[in-house]
């Protein structure tokens, strides 16, 4: 599994701080009542050097998702952006994750988080295939899950806030505990939703459709970054409700996530998916992705922001 292997630093309100002094106290708001927001991005070593994908993008969802909590965010994309950066740089990585966190720290301790500080904290890390090497060749195999998504008016899921992550964990342990890799949500209604930390994207007849965002959806930066790819290799994505049983007679399903990157699924509750292997169209559109976010496709949608031009910041 993906091992956490602590790198130097960690930027915290502004400033780096020793990996082991990036810690909270037990009675932290955030630890009782999961009153937090976070976001995963990617670094990707280029021959330019580490570049981040889609480095604005996620700032602007962390934002966002802080927004919707009524979280007061000190910090500008921008400014973020450029923290990722040094980030990267101070610790030396040429290629990693990034996790940005913004939580509600240590203070009153009832429900009501209005007199709690807001930290931002942000760290990196390798990482390396989300659901294995294997399974960005293979594909993986999935189940529908026995648990939804949040209803609409729940928990907002455009806000990527650490309590949604407690639906993915039961999603994505009953999925484990029963052999499969990943489970696949359906939303309140029936229909498909997402796997427990990926988009979902079903193809059929040469054309490929998505949960649209009133399924329950994440707004996914790489389900974005697919509907783009797609357009530029002529494919039309349809953002429609898909029934469940879709996914059973699909050509190709696949998985699409900062951490999953493009993953096929090669069954589903045991029915194989088309020919039971990756499909033309996801090793398309993996090899599209994996170019450009590794500099070896010019970057015609300025998706990549190199780290090493902040070198002076250390
Ligand atoms: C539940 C869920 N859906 C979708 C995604 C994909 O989002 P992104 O491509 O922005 O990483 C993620 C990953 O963050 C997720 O956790």
């Known amino acids: 599994m993906n091992s956490l292997i ?7 309100n502004g400033a780096f701080i020793r990996w082991e ?3 909270i106290h037990v009675l932290s708001h955030v630890v009782s009542y ?3 927001v976070f976001e995963g991005i990617r670094c990707y070593e280029t021959a330019g050097g580490p570049a981040i994908f889609r480095v604005d993008r996620h700032m602007r969802r962390l934002i966002d998702s802080a927004r919707i909590y009524r979280m007061e965010m000190p910090w500008t994309a921008e400014q973020l952006s450029d923290a990722a950066r040094e980030l990267v740089a101070v610790n030396g990585m040429r290629s990693c994750y990034i996790r940005p966190i913004v939580l509600r720290g240590y203070g009153p301790l009832g429900v009501y988080s209005g007199e709690n500080p807001v930290e931002v904290f942000m760290a990196c890390w390798e990482w390396g295939a989300y659901l294995g090497e294997d399974g960005l060749a293979r594909g993986i195999d999935a189940c529908v899950s026995s648990w939804n998504r949040m209803a609409p ?3 907002p899921v455009l806000a990527k806030s650490s309590a949604n992550y407690m639906n993915s964990q039961l999603i ?4 484990i505990a029963n052999g499969y890799h990943e489970g696949i949500a359906l939303d309140a209604s029936g229909n498909v939703s997402e796997g427990s930390g990926e ?3 079903v193809v059929r007849e040469g054309r490929i459709l998505t949960p649209p965002l009133g399924s329950s959806v994440l707004e996914g930066i790489t389900r974005d970054t697919v509907i783009r790819l797609a357009a530029d290799l002529g494919i039309a994505v ?7 049983e879709m996914l059973y007679i699909a050509d190709e399903v696949f998985l699409a996530g900062t951490a999953a990157e493009i993953t096929p699924v090669r069954s589903v509750d045991r029915i194989p998916v088309g020919s039971g292997a990756r499909g033309p169209i996801t090793e398309g559109l993996q090899r599209e992705f994996s170019a450009i976010a590794r500099g070896l496709r010019p970057d015609r949608h300025g998706w990549l922001t190199l780290t090493e031009v902040c070198e002076h910041a250390l």
């Open 6 to 12: 602590p790198t130097e630093k960690i930027w915290l």
């Open 21 to 23: 002094e990036a810690t």
């Open 34 to 36: 999961a009153s937090s």
């Open 153 to 155: 008016n729940t928990l």
């Open 172 to 175: 994505r342990m009953e999925a």
């Open 199 to 201: 988009n979902v994207f």
């Open 238 to 244: 349809q953002e429609t409700p898909i029934a469940r």
